[in-house]
């Protein structure tokens, strides 16, 4: 996995007792200083996820419906020949819906029926990342007129977490050991500790403009550039302080 620029980051919370200040924390109530220590780091992802819908819509709904499942099916179909199930990845349905189609009528001055839409919505899931847009390109082609949107991830992030939170939780003690050493004390113990690993899944939007335009177009789809991930771990510790 490749793991680019690093951004650490230490936080204090001033939420420590101090010795000769009032009141003086109880035998029982150690003073304790409260750091969290933040560490970003960037990796390249090695999922993409895909939503593609079909949007039909007929007088009546069971023509909308009868027309979008012989679309969606088509669509399906292609996907699940790009993708490589045996690896681990996925097409499903993941929404739909029938529903009535109104347009406001000037003359009567109130809403009329116009007819049916149904809309069904199919997320596939790959490691393909370098075949996304030729995905896209041929969804567009065999009846998808929607892409929902296009995200990158990482599939188990957990060694990734691991890895974050170990430099997290040092970067939390060295903060610590600075604090205690210039209020004339030191570190004697831990207390409370509140680990936490986060990371965004950037969408890429395919506006419906331009779904049309790769739809009329002989041309392929343009290039979509997975980019990397961050992934953040924090861990906040409630340390135990000593003269």
């Given at each position: 996995?490749?793991?680019?620029?690093?951004?650490?980051?230490?936080?204090?919370?001033?939420?420590?007792?101090?010795?000769?200040?009032?009141?003086a924390p109880l035998p029982d109530q150690p003073a304790t200083i409260t750091v969290t220590g933040s560490v970003t780091e960037e990796f390249s992802p090695d999922t993409a996820i895909l939503n593609l819908a079909v949007e039909t819509q007929k007088p009546?709904?069971?023509?909308?419906?009868?027309?979008?499942?012989?679309?969606?099916?088509q669509v399906v179909a292609v996907m699940k020949g790009l993708i490589n199930e045996g690896g681990g990845d996925t097409?499903?349905?993941s929404s739909y819906s029938v529903q009535p189609a109104y347009e406001y009528d000037d003359k009567l001055r109130k809403n009329r029926l116009?007819?049916?839409?149904?809309?069904?919505?199919?997320t596939v899931k790959t490691a393909g990342i370098g075949s996304?847009?030729?995905?896209?390109?041929?969804?567009?082609?065999?009846?998808?007129?929607?892409?929902?949107?296009?995200?990158?991830?990482?599939?188990?992030n957990r060694t990734q977490c691991e890895g974050v939170l170990v430099k997290a939780a040092q970067r939390a003690r060295s903060d610590a050991d600075t604090v205690a050493a210039a209020l004339g004390g030191r570190v004697a113990g831990v207390r409370?500790?509140?680990?936490?690993?986060?990371?965004?899944?950037h969408p890429v939007p395919i506006y419906r403009a331009k779904a049309m335009m790769v739809m009329?177009?002989?041309?392929?789809?343009?290039?979509?550039e997975a980019g990397s991930l961050a992934l953040t771990g924090q861990v906040q510790v409630e340390f135990i302080l000593a003269k």
């Open positions: 996995m490749k793991r680019t620029a690093l951004v650490a980051a230490g936080i204090l919370t001033m939420a420590f007792s101090v010795w000769g200040a009032e009141p009546t709904a069971q023509e909308a419906a009868r027309e979008n499942a012989a679309k969606s099916e097409v499903s349905t116009t007819g049916y839409r149904t809309f069904n919505q199919v996304v847009g030729e995905m896209i390109d041929r969804a567009l082609k065999s009846g998808a007129n929607n892409v929902t949107d296009v995200r990158f991830a990482i599939r188990d409370h500790v509140v680990p936490s690993c986060s990371g965004d899944q009329e177009s002989a041309e392929p789809a343009t290039p979509i």
